[in-house]
């Protein structure tokens, strides 16, 4: 059997209009990601899945809750589905970040961060989980691109080195079937 594993980025964030990389801060939606939250309740309705997982920093967890409170789907928030942490980086601005992503694929950022590597261990983890759990179903996952390029690592073998150092490239979601 598999799952069908279909992911979306949190909403646009405060932090996203400014060119700030929020890393491991909450953040908030912004007024256009309550509204794009909102949308994607209506692009993906809670009625196709079997359940929804999040990240849970404050910027996902809005997201889900605009998208699907009531909606009669478990939802799942977990710390394994975090942003990356970029430790003494968190809330620089994103052209700073930018500069020095490819040096943090192995090595954690400064001042107590992470490294993408174990975004990528952190997010396998919760793929192990939806195969155990989630056999036969359809599950939304919904987090931050550090996570979106974990899983274009893992399922799509793409090196974390190219998805970390590539533009942005934000789409309404991404789909991949778990075997």
């Known amino acids: 059997m598999s799952v069908e594993l279909v992911y979306e980025t949190h909403s646009i964030t405060e932090d996203n209009e400014a060119g700030i990389a929020t890393g491991w801060l909450p953040?908030?939606?912004?007024?256009?990601?309550?509204?794009?939250?909102?949308?994607?309740?209506?692009r993906r309705p809670a009625s196709g899945f079997?359940?929804?997982?999040?990240?849970?920093?404050?910027?996902?967890?809005?997201?889900?809750?605009?998208?699907?409170?009531?909606?009669?789907?478990?939802?799942?928030?977990?710390a394994r589905l975090r942003e990356c942490d970029y430790g003494?980086?968190?809330?620089?601005?994103?052209?700073?970040?930018?500069?020095?992503?490819?040096?943090?694929?192995?090595?954690?950022?400064?001042?107590?961060?992470?490294?993408?590597?174990?975004?990528?261990?952190?997010?396998a983890g919760v793929l192990r989980e939806l195969r155990r759990d989630h056999?036969?179903?359809?599950?939304?996952?919904?987090?931050?691109?550090?996570?979106?390029w974990a899983l274009q690592h893992l399922l799509d073998g793409t090196p974390l080195e190219h998805l970390v150092t590539a533009p942005f490239d934000w789409q309404p979601g991404w789909e991949w079937t778990l075997t």
């Open 88 to 123: 003494a980086l968190n809330g620089c601005p994103v052209s700073e970040l930018r500069r020095v992503r490819l040096d943090h694929v192995d090595v954690p950022f400064p001042g107590g961060g992470q490294s993408y590597r174990e975004v990528v261990d952190a997010t």
């Open 27 to 42: 953040g908030r939606l912004s007024e256009e990601g309550r509204r794009l939250a909102v949308e994607l309740g209506q």
């Open 135 to 148: 056999d036969g179903e359809r599950v939304l996952l919904v987090a931050h691109s550090a996570n979106r």
């Open 50 to 78: 079997a359940a929804v997982w999040s990240s849970d920093l404050a910027r996902a967890v809005e997201t889900v809750e605009l998208a699907y409170a009531g909606g009669g789907v478990p939802l799942h928030v977990d």
